[in-house]
């Protein structure tokens, strides 16, 4: 517990933006239930997920910059465990899992396990959520479109959805996870194109 309020502490010392620090919580909590319902070691997929991110502190001035961004939280979470006298040999995963989330690639050697992959599938889970539905939808000025534009914005996203359904993870629970979430969002969507479709005549 000593070791996941120190976590908290360092991340909200780090992260000022609101969706990123709730975005982070909320990878932890799913790393959380992936963690207790396979046998993973809890604590260490809290802190793992909860630090994600933790090199948004500073810009990205490039996509390359972005793109490398789980590398440099890795170095930056481990200076951090290492302070806080974490335990050794439980830094390794920890930091290889936080490397590997964006592009499944490290800049040091480690291996693919339910462990060190479900960082990654805890993000990708979170960002079929429903808010990210609804930040979408926002960003994309939806409401402010025609009808028209709306409807193939929406056979859009069910295209995309259903690509994404067909993705595996690593472990049953994030499996499970993933595809509640594909099936709400599409859900949504199919009953929003139901609407448009009944908007402009009789």
Same mark, same amino acid.
């Given at each position: ?47 793992a997920?909860?630090?994600h ?18 590398r ?8 951090? &465990?290492?302070? #806080?006298d974490?335990? @050794?040999?439980?830094?390794h ?6 490397? *590997?989330?964006?592009? =499944? ?20 889970i ?5 808010y990210?539905?609804?930040?979408t939808l ?16 929406v ?23 993933? &595809?509640?979430r #594909?099936q709400?969002? @599409?859900n ?9 479709? *009944?908007?402009?005549? =009789?």
């Amino acid at each position: 517990m000593e070791y996941l309020v120190k976590a908290q502490d360092y991340l909200k010392l780090k992260i000022k933006d609101t969706y990123r620090l709730a975005h982070s919580y909320r990878v932890a909590n799913i790393g959380k239930e992936i963690a207790e319902k396979e046998g993973l070691n809890v604590e260490d997929l809290i802190i793992a997920c909860l630090l994600h991110d933790v090199s948004y502190c500073t810009p990205f001035k490039t996509q390359d910059e972005w793109q490398n961004h789980g590398r440099v939280s890795s170095k930056m979470v481990r200076t951090f &465990l290492e302070s #806080i006298d974490y335990p @050794k040999e439980r830094i390794h995963d920890i930091c290889y899992a936080i490397a *590997i989330h964006v592009d =499944l690639k490290a800049d040091f050697d480690g291996e693919y396990n339910a462990f060190t992959l479900s960082v990654q599938e805890a993000d990708n889970i979170d960002r079929v959520g429903a808010y990210r539905l609804y930040e979408t939808l926002e960003a994309a000025q939806f409401s402010k479109q025609s009808i028209d534009v709306q409807i193939k914005y929406v056979d859009l996203m069910l295209q995309t959805l259903n690509e994404y359904a067909s993705y595996e993870c690593t472990t049953k629970t994030a499996q499970t996870l993933w &595809l509640d979430r #594909i099936q709400f969002q @599409k859900n949504y969507f199919e009953r929003l194109k139901d609407q448009l479709k *009944i908007s402009t005549a =009789l």
